[in-house]
C-alpha cells in the first residue's frame, strides 16, 4: 500500500529527544556468560554494545519530555500520543496510557505494534490524523526487548538492546514533510519472527535475512519513486537497525552511498520500533540533517512488516 499525500494538511517535525537505559552490555560481557565473542557478533551483525533496563512506558515518557522540551511545546497542547511499542508494559492496558499520564498530556493515546515496522507505521497513522484535525502529536518509539530474551540463546542476545525515540509531529497548512509513504505487511511469515505470551522471542534468522532486505528494498524504492525522487535524490537513508550487513545489503541494491547510511546499531543494537527514531535523532544531534534534505526511513520487522516514508527536511 502506498500514496503520495494529496490532503492540504501536512505535518513537520519541531522536535526530538530519546532515552536509553545507563547499563551498558559490551560483547566481552556476553561472551562472559554465553558461548559467543565480540569479533563474531561485530563481524556478523556490527553490534559493539547495548543498553539494557528500564520499562517501555519509562523510556518513552523520558524521550517524550526531551521531544517536548526541544519542540519548546507543554504536555498540554498535545492532542495524542502514539506509542509503536512490540514489548508493552502490560498486555492491558496499552503502555501509551501509562506515557500519556507520566507525561501529562490530556489527549488521546494508542499503541501500534507493527514491530520493528511500528515508528513508522505509527508516522503515518500520525500524519493522517493531522490531516483531519488534530494540531499537535507525540510519536514515540520505545521497547524493552531484554525482558522478551532468553538470555541463554545466542542465536537472539547477541542482538537485542532497550530504548525510545520520540519526536513531536505539528501541523501545518500544505504538504508539510511527509513526501510519501509505504506500508505493507505477509502474515504467512509471521512463523519466522515470534513470541507467544509469557514466551521468548523466536527468530530464523537466516529466513529474516534474506527477506528483509527484499521487503527493505522494494518498499524503499516505492517510497522514493511515490515521491517522485530517485535514489541519488536521497540524503540521509535511516534504516531499521537490526544488522549492518542487512543496511550494507540494502544500500547497495537501492544505490544509496552507505555514507548516507545512519548508523547506531554499534551503540544500541537492534532496539525493534526506537531502533528508527533512535537513529534519526542521533543524525538530528550530529548535523547530518539540514533543511531541504530528503530524508527516507525504512525498516522491517515481525509480521513480516515493512514500512519506509521519505520526508523533505525542515518547513
Ligand atoms: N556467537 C557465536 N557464534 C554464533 C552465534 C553467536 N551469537 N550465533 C550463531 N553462531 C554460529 C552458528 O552456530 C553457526 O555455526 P556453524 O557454522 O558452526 O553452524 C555460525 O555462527 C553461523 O550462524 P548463522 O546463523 O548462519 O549466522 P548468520 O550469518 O546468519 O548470522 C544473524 C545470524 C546475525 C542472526 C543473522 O542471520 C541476522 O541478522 N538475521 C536477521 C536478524 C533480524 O533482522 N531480525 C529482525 C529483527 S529481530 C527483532 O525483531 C527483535
Given at each position: 500500500m502506498?500514496?503520495?499525500?494529496t490532503g492540504v494538511r501536512g505535518g513537520i517535525v519541531t522536535g526530538?529527544?530519546?532515552s536509553v537505559p545507563d547499563k551498558v552490555v559490551t560483547n566481552d560481557?556476553?561472551?562472559?556468560?554465553?558461548?559467543?565473542?565480540?569479533a563474531w557478533i561485530r563481524e556478523r551483525t556490527g553490534i559493539r554494545e547495548r543498553r539494557i533496563g528500564g520499562t517501555t512506558s519509562q523510556l518513552a515518557i523520558e524521550a517524550g519530555l526531551a521531544a517536548l522540551a526541544r519542540a519548546g511545546r507543554r504536555p498540554d497542547e498535545i492532542d495524542a500520543v502514539v506509542l509503536a511499542t512490540t514489548t508493552p508494559d502490560q498486555i492491558v492496558p496499552g503502555t501509551?496510557?501509562?506515557?500519556q499520564d507520566g507525561i501529562g498530556v490530556p489527549g488521546g493515546?494508542?499503541?501500534v505494534n507493527a514491530a520493528c515496522s511500528g515508528f513508522v507505521y505509527a508516522l503515518a497513522v500520525a500524519h493522517g490524523l493531522l490531516a483531519i484535525g488534530a494540531e499537535r502529536l507525540l510519536v514515540i518509539g520505545s521497547e524493552t526487548l531484554s525482558r522478551i530474551t532468553d538470555w541463554d540463546d545466542r542465536s537472539v542476545a547477541v542482538l537485542v538492546g532497550d530504548g525510545a525515540g520520540a519526536v513531536v509531529l505539528e501541523a501545518v497548512d500544505g504538504p508539510g514533510q511527509l513526501l510519501s509513504w509505504n506500508l505493507g505487511a505477509d502474515g504467512s511469515l509471521r512463523h519466522l519472527l515470534m513470541c507467544d505470551h509469557g514466551g521468548y522471542l523466536f527468530m530464523d534468522g537466516k529466513e529474516v535475512f534474506r527477506k528483509a532486505v527484499r521487503v527493505v528494498v522494494d518498499s524503499a524504492e516505492q517510497a522514493i519513486a511515490e515521491a517522485g525522487l530517485t535514489a541519488a535524490d536521497?540524503?540521509?537513508?535511516?534504516?531499521?537497525?537490526?544488522?549492518l550487513r542487512i543496511i550494507s545489503a540494502a544500500c547497495q541494491r537501492l544505490g544509496i552511498p552507505e555514507e548516507k547510511a545512519v548508523v547506531v546499531i554499534d551503540r544500541y543494537g537492534n532496539t525493534s520500533s526506537a531502533s528508527i527514531p533512535l537513529a534519526l535523532v542521533d543524525a538530528l544531534e550530529?548535523?547530518?540533517?539540514q533543511p531541504?534534505?530528503?530524508?527516507?526511513?525504512?525498516g522491517f520487522g515481525g509480521g513480516m512488516t515493512w514500512a519506509s516514508a521519505v520526508l523533505r527536511w525542515g518547513g
Open positions: 502506498a500514496t503520495t499525500r526530538w529527544g530519546i560481557d556476553l561472551s562472559a556468560t554465553m558461548d559467543t565473542n565480540d501509551s496510557a501509562t506515557v493515546a494508542f499503541d536521497v540524503s540521509l537513508l535511516v534504516p531499521h537497525q537490526a544488522n550530529t548535523g547530518r540533517l531541504g534534505d530528503h530524508v527516507l526511513l525504512t
